[in-house]
């Protein structure tokens, strides 16, 4: 018989066995229960975290023979959807049905009444890849599908769906799994696999996974076929070209210890053993944050990745400053990364100037009194005339200052006093970006965006056609002097009014920049939501004004759209398709 995949093997058959997604098991159940069934779904969420599964799910509650809301898993209904050959539970692939012809044979099939179930349930995956015809095609039907038909649409990008779609569905959002649904259910799976494993190694694997249960059982079948059905954590290591919570430690230290020629061995070592450098950045970032995180509260709890061993080590390297120095340049290194073919001088930069910041040596309590200057002591001018010059003295304390007086001066009318004369200290002007001058600046509140723009659903919307006009408009001068500035959004971060926006911005990756607009880029959909919302566009021009000194309409994409849309842009000119700057205009217009 022929191997089964771990994650075909343990597809959950119940509502159960679904591991996390408690909030959409529960609606669902509730729904079966009280007959309240809708006509179309729609499960929306990142990779491998249970869309097709619980949809199957939900269509064996519907069929089952002991009654709609089980799932008995016995009954011909119930095992027909388990091995995929149910004649009433359809699954199709968009990706390589999106014609508007495979939608009109769907629907003509749709008025057909059911072979075996109660109803027909159309599964349609990746449902974001059908063409706008065939979308408009299926809307009717949708819409108002016969009684015996239900419609569970899943997709990993929602938003490349038309609204008059989602309009129709009700929409369960799919989330990723925490480390502890995901730590469970393995270690279920390899109990069951009666395979011997240890924690570090289950550990590394959830870290692998991103929370995604289809991609944790993957790893671990590679894995086992790697080490004959053992789970090693150095086998891992070795599988995914991966370094050691050790090695990494072993690197900043010597990094924050300025012992140069010993990262550049370690460097030349991992791009030499092929290591992802993308996520060894990711994970000396991670550590840095949790060494930082450790010396402010001293608390063991927050350690995920680092034990407490490796924590006082780091700690006794690095000081707050050089912890905040070094996060910025592994920030910035994961920044540019998505610039470049070639990262390994980036990653390589990056640690070059962490070892230029040597270790800050403890102070002790002396060093930490101020020292004056000669220049800077006031100067005690006293004023005697010989012929009255007596030896008796009298000292009079005032501002703790001691001032020295003839006794026989005071009998005299008191003359003016001279002042003491100390230099003060230039004080520094306050900068633009002082979240207390904001009131100084003026800033135009009307908003700006494209003629074009589509308004659907509280946001903006761009069309294709649009968002290659401006990348063909745009101008690099324009971008390079943005670029320059953007580290200075992080000024904004204590602002009560713009420290949450000013960090989305500061996240972004910028795309393209023409005079009045800046398409940027981001790796998750849900920061790019934030952006295109129309109630937001206000403080983001704000920003824009407050720290680049222009006022220009923010749009976002999310990294695949800006993928897809680069390719068109570069096909387009491959084959001079496109229109000539000079003859594009894009009119913006202002509330």
């Known amino acids: 018989m022929a191997y089964k995949a771990l994650y075909r093997t343990y597809r959950p058959t119940s509502f159960d066995e679904v591991a996390g997604q408690q909030h959409i098991v529960k609606t669902l159940k509730n729904a079966l229960l009280s007959n309240k069934i809708a006509h179309a779904y729609l499960f929306a969420g990142p990779r491998g975290t249970g869309k097709t599964s619980i949809a199957k799910i939900f269509a064996k509650s519907l069929n089952c023979d002991e009654g709609i809301g089980h799932e008995c898993n016995h009954c011909k209904n119930c095992l027909a959807v388990n091995e995929g050959s149910h004649p009433d539970v359809i699954e199709i692939d968009a990706a390589s049905n999106n014609g508007v012809e495979e939608v009109r044979d769907l629907i003509d099939k749709v008025k057909y009444s059911p072979i075996l179930g109660r109803y027909k349930v159309y599964i349609i995956d990746e449902v974001h890849m059908m063409s706008s015809g065939a979308f408009n095609a299926l809307l009717k039907t949708l819409e108002e599908p016969p009684e015996h038909v239900i419609f569970i649409l899943a997709t990993t990008e929602p938003h490349k769906i038309l609204p008059t779609i989602l309009s129709r569905c009700q929409r369960y959002d799919f989330s990723k799994l925490s480390d502890v649904e995901i730590k469970d259910r393995l270690k279920y799976v390899l109990e069951k696999e009666d395979v011997a494993f240890d924690d570090r190694a289950v550990d590394l694997i959830i870290s692998l996974c991103d929370g995604g249960m289809r991609d944790a059982l993957s790893i671990l079948d590679q894995v086992l076929a790697y080490s004959q059905n053992r ?72 350690l995920r990745i680092i034990n407490l061993g490796q924590a006082n080590d780091l700690s006794a390297v690095y000081s707050d400053k050089l912890l905040q120095e070094a996060m910025d340049y592994m920030l910035n290194a994961v920044k540019d990364f998505k610039s470049v073919n ?250």
């Open 231 to 302: 789970l090693n954590y150095n086998d891992i290591l070795d599988i995914f070209s991966l370094e050691s919570t050790d090695e990494k430690v072993a690197l900043l230290k010597d990094a924050g210890k300025s012992n140069t020629a010993k990262v550049l061995e370690r460097i030349d070592r991992y791009i030499t053993k092929g290591s992802d450098i993308k996520r060894l950045t990711s994970d000396l970032l991670d550590i840095l944050k949790e060494v930082l995180i450790y010396k402010r509260t001293r608390s063991e709890q927050y």
């Open 342 to 591: 070639n990262i390994n001088p980036i990653f390589e930069i990056a640690l070059l100037k962490l070892c230029s910041n040597r270790k800050q040596e403890p102070t002790t309590l002396v060093d930490t009194l101020p020292e004056v200057p000669p220049e800077t002591q006031p100067h005690i001018p006293v004023s005697i005339t010989p012929a009255r010059f007596e030896p008796k003295v009298e000292e009079k304390k005032q501002d703790d200052v001691v001032e020295i007086i003839p006794k026989e001066a005071t009998k005299e009318p008191a003359k003016e006093e001279v002042k003491p004369e100390i230099k003060e200290e230039k004080k520094e002007q306050p900068s633009i970006l002082d979240t207390t001058n904001f009131s100084n600046v003026k800033i135009d509140t009307r908003v700006i965006y494209p003629k074009k723009a589509l308004l659907e659903e509280g946001g903006y919307r761009l069309e294709e056609s649009l968002i290659i006009d401006i990348m063909t408009v745009s101008k690099k001068e324009i971008k390079a002097s943005l670029l320059a500035n953007w580290d200075k959004l992080a000024s904004l971060a204590a602002d009560p009014k713009y420290s949450a926006k000013a960090t989305l911005l500061h996240d972004a990756h910028l795309l393209v920049a023409t005079k009045d607009i800046a398409l940027l880029e981001y790796d998750l959909t849900n920061k790019v939501n934030k952006v295109n919302i129309i109630n937001n566009q206000a403080d983001f021009q704000a920003i824009f004004q407050l720290v680049f000194k222009k006022k220009m309409f923010v749009y976002a994409l999310d990294r695949s759209e800006s993928v897809d849309y680069q390719q068109k842009f570069r096909n387009l000119k491959q084959v001079s398709k496109l229109s000539k700057p000079e003859t594009i205009q894009i009119d913006m217009l202002g509330e």
